[in-house]
């Protein structure tokens, strides 16, 4: 290797191998290097589960196609039931023998700290193990999601040792005191859409808080979270309290299930929420939490601020991630006596968007996951299409070989009967609604089924309070859309969008029960 230049560095993948880009390969591919943040043919990510803090391999192998190239084919471990049962036993045994829940939490922020640091200095390979499987970005992985999983273990290794119990004011003959403890088992199951970032959300609280965690990611998406907890035990976090096993909606079903899980957190689909919510009252009543599906409206008032730079914001509403994304600014609601114009603005500024693989410098909009997935947003497309939308841009997939990819669309004249109106379509789709005053925006702002997050736009700011009080959504944004770096608000739904909240103060106290401790004291 020495003397051979490489366009850019190499990617560890896991502590035994460093992988390079294949030298043979190189010369005739040197161009397109440049244009690449790494070549995904180097990125070999060890397939398996994470149980009792040592990598085991999967009861099967599966094949899982990367969705920026369908030619490139990784392999993932794939959990047995027995091997659910497995990693929830050695959280259990983990969580009463290891001494994580009753460690002081000042030692057990200080592994948090040490692994947030391990995933800072592992950043570029947890991007290309994100970026390979997912429709993340390499450079959006590198710039916020591996920076939000270190964040997040920081943010809640702070909360250890900061949330208190209390006293509670009896009369002076006895004293009362409600102190809080861990639950135990956490089962964790993520979604796809942004692996890293919705994992880290409910694992770092979880065990900040003293549990042990078994992490289910989606069948998908496998490969960065695996990495993650090889770093933990690295860290010092003991042996068998950070598990993640791999495997579709069974072993999630199974893990749900265990008699052995104490809490259910969930991130995904609302029909799927709804599945565990049964399964979890059923297996025991377990707590769950579910952070669900959205529809979010951009509401924009005649009035609002700089339309050009609105128009941008709104078009990154739906465009970012290709709309995979569950806060998508999926509805403009827009005044009628502005419509026109602002509707032109936002088309024009969803348009020239490149598409192309995550490891490329030039790709702004990134591939839909799966056909499935694909087929979907296209079905939504000209159901509505034949219900009475009109189609302004876009419309279509676009052609492509190795991967899936949907034109930035938007649709007018949407009515609430229309699926682009009533289904969460998760993808670069635009549905248009106008309205005449104040009343009919905030109706139309109010889904029947959805109420994950809401943007208001405009200058006068008692309107934007005053909407932002009628609407009905765990989030509104006034003037602005889309989540900050910034972990202290708590996020999650209304309605059919969740239960429950992740991050902020709320996000690490439902990992922790309360107990009421008497005293009597007599006279
Ligand atoms: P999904 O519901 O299909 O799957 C999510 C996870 O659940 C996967 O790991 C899957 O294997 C698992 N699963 C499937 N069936 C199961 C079952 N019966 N029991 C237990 N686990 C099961 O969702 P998805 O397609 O991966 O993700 C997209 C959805 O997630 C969208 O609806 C999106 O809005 C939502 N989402 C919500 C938020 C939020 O914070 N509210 C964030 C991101 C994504």
Redesign the pocket.
């Known amino acids: 290797m020495a003397g051979w230049r490489t366009p850019f560095p190499p990617i560890t993948i896991n502590s035994k191998a460093t992988c390079w880009p294949t030298p043979s390969r190189l010369p005739e591919r040197h161009e397109r290097f440049h244009s690449m943040f790494f070549d995904p043919r180097s990125v070999r990510p060890s397939p398996g589960l994470f149980i009792g803090g040592r990598r085991v391999v999967g009861a099967e192998t599966r094949q899982v196609a990367s969705p920026s190239d369908f030619s490139i084919r990784l392999d993932a471990g794939w959990a047995s039931q027995g091997q659910v049962d497995e990693a929830v036993m050695s959280a259990r045994h983990a969580w009463k023998d290891s001494g994580w829940g009753t460690m002081a939490p000042r030692d057990r922020a200080n592994i948090l700290y040490r692994f947030a640091d391990l995933v800072d200095a592992h950043s570029a390979e947890i991007a290309a193990l994100e970026a390979i499987a997912s429709a993340r970005i390499y450079s959006e992985a590198m710039a916020r999601d591996v920076k939000v999983v270190s964040g997040t273990l920081r943010f809640f290794g702070e909360y250890a040792d900061k949330v208190e119990g209390q006293v509670t004011a009896t009369s002076r003959s006895s004293l009362s005191m409600v102190v809080h403890e861990p639950y135990g088992v956490v089962a964790a ?6 692996p890293l970032i ?1 994992a880290a959300w409910k694992f770092a609280p979880a065990l900040a808080a003293g549990n042990a965690v078994v992490l ?5 998406t496998p490969f960065a979270t695996l990495r993650l907890a090889e770093l933990a035990v690295e860290a010092g976090v003991p042996q068998g309290i950070f598990n993640v096993i791999n ?3 069974n ?3 199974a ?2 299930k265990h008699s052995e899980v104490d809490y259910v957190t ?8 709804s ?2 919510m049964a ?1 979890a009252a059923m297996s025991g009543l377990k707590p769950v939490s579910l ?4 529809k979010g409206p951009q509401v924009v008032f005649a009035d609002a601020p700089d339309i050009e730079r609105l128009a941008q914001t709104v078009a990154r509403g739906i465009t970012y991630n290709s709309g995979q994304v ?2 998508a600014g999926s509805r403009l609601v827009v005044e009628r006596s502005v419509a026109d114009r602002f509707i032109d603005l936002v088309a024009d500024a969803m348009t020239g968007l490149k598409p192309g693989e995550t490891w490329s410098k030039e790709t702004s909009i990134p591939p839909i996951i799966n056909e499935k997935q694909i087929e979907r947003i296209d079905s939504i497309v000209r159901d509505s299409v034949s219900d009475g939308a009109e189609i302004l841009i876009g419309g279509s997939r676009i052609d492509h070989d190795t991967a899936l990819f949907f034109q930035p669309t938007v649709l007018r004249g949407v009515t609430t009967e229309n699926r682009a109106y009533r289904e ?1 379509i ?1 993808g670069p789709v635009l549905a248009v609604q106008e309205f005449e005053d104040f009343d009919e925006a905030i109706a139309l702002a109010n889904h029947p089924d959805y109420g ?1 997050t809401a943007s208001v736009h405009t200058a006068d700011i008692t309107r934007a309070f005053k909407a932002a009080q009628r609407i009905e959504s765990g989030t509104v944004w006034l003037n602005d859309w889309g989540r900050r770096t910034d972990l202290t608000a708590p ?3 209304y309605k059919k ?2 239960i429950g909240k ?1 991050m902020g103060r709320a996000g690490y106290e439902k990992y922790l029960k309360s107990k009421a401790i008497w005293l009597e004291l007599g006279e």
């Open positions: 199951i993520a979604p796809w859409n942004f919705l289910k990611p989606s069948e998908l495997g579709d909606g072993a999630g079903s893990l749900v969930f991130t995904g689909s609302s029909a799927t929420g599945r565990i399964d952070e669900l599906g959205g569950c806060f969460e998760f994950l996020f999650g739904g969008s969740g992740d």
